[in-house]
């Protein structure tokens, strides 16, 4: 399987670590290794007590056991520890999908959760959401996208990067629409646990014995450093998704398990400090976007940190962003990487201080005389739409 350039990971390479200030990330501000050794109550002579071995191949048992007892009690026999949701995802398309088969995939949508299928040689219907409608999902729609032909149903809610989500009611109905047509289900629940002003959703695993939901610490954990997943599924899927793994990554590491355990069980804790800096951030970006109100648009995301903002005046953004990195060593996502060029991914997961000094900075290259925090700033004009070039690798 030969796979294609991945323009979102090749943006990030180039410009995460060269920027001052990140607002194009989609996960919220990482944790040090003191801070989660205070929140969680280990101390380092656990760290030291660790045999740095092999683990086990669905992952240790403590972690696994840690997983199932917050999204599916007492069925840790469901539940596969990865390398990230990232490696799930992975084995599950190499796994489950042939050439030719038909996937439902959203559009926009994270590249991974459908450039895999197309690589394998499945045949893509898109669901889309649409600004226009506040990217609500329509299920209408996905009735006529989802028929007796169709082998998987790729969903991430909430939405990366719209921040789109579903009532529990609406779930349950695309749930039962999938299981009708006997397809499998692959929900990405990455944000399952920021949401606001709304309840977690259930996992789909126990809804249905075809579906299969992957989880992360490196989006409301702010643990991507330890680079851990998970997919919960019926015992019998593991069974196949781990002997791909066989020839892959094998296991995980037990001080990274550890740690993980360790953040499961204090999860209440951590994804509620960085929820209550989410809210205060998302106000912030409100402002911000008012304050542009002529330049820039936005649908205010239901979950997640990060939001799809329309610049209705360019073609393409890539230019902007490329510009905020070099001049402003800001970080910002193009939406080309999610195959809309008009829009950008604007994550607002960072500290307050940085989410606000992210956003004056992008002030300064827009044709506009407000920053969004009172202050003046000197007009830098954008390139016309026809100037606006595509970065090279």
Request: include cysteine; aromatic fraction near 8%.
């Amino acid at each position: 399987m030969k796979l294609p350039s991945a323009a979102l990971e090749e943006w990030m390479r180039k410009y995460y670590f060269a920027v001052e200030y990140d607002i194009g990330s989609s996960g919220v501000q990482n944790f040090s290794l003191a801070e989660l050794r205070h929140l969680l109550a280990f101390t380092q002579d656990d760290l030291d007590r660790i045999v740095l071995r092999d683990s086990q191949t669905f992952g240790g048992a403590e972690l696994r056991r840690a997983i199932a007892e917050r999204w599916l009690p007492g069925r840790e026999d469901r539940v596969l520890v990865t390398h990230g949701s990232s490696e799930a995802n992975f084995l599950v398309m190499n796994t489950l999908l042939e050439p030719g088969d038909e996937v439902v995939v959203q559009d926009p949508s994270y590249p991974q959760l459908y450039a895999i299928a197309e690589t394998i040689g499945c045949r893509l219907k898109h669901w889309p959401l649409r600004f226009e409608n506040g990217f609500r999902p329509d299920l209408d729609e996905a009735r006529k996208l989802i028929g007796p032909r169709t082998r998987m149903v790729v969903v991430n809610f909430p939405h990366n990067p719209t921040g789109a989500t579903l009532a529990e009611e609406e779930q349950l109905e695309l749930v039962r629409l999938v299981e009708r047509m006997g397809a499998y289900l692959l929900w990405d629940a990455a944000f399952c646990e920021l949401t606001y002003d709304r309840p977690t959703l259930p996992d789909p695993a126990v809804l249905y014995d075809r579906a299969l939901s992957l989880g992360t610490l490196s989006k409301a954990y702010g643990l991507p450093g330890l680079r851990v997943g998970w997919c919960l599924a019926a015992e019998e899927l593991l069974e196949r998704l781990v002997r791909m793994r066989d020839y892959m990554t094998l296991h995980l590491s037990p001080l990274v398990e550890f740690i993980a355990e360790r953040a499961i069980r204090g999860a209440d804790r951590l994804v509620a400090l960085r929820r209550e800096q989410a809210y205060e951030n998302r106000s912030k970006v409100g402002e911000w976007v008012a304050a542009n109100r002529d330049l820039v648009e936005w649908v205010p995301p239901e979950g997640g940190v990060c939001a799809f903002v329309r610049f209705p005046h360019l073609a393409d953004t890539t230019n902007l962003c490329h510009r905020l990195a070099c001049e402003q060593k800001v970080l910002l996502v193009p939406g080309s990487c999610f195959l809309h060029p008009r829009y950008v991914r604007l994550g607002f997961g960072d500290s307050p201080e940085a989410v606000g000094q992210g956003l004056r900075r992008l002030s300064r290259l827009l044709p506009c005389p407000l920053s969004g925090s009172g202050e003046t700033v000197a007009s830098v004009p954008v390139p016309a739409p026809g100037r606006i070039t595509t970065l090279s690798n």
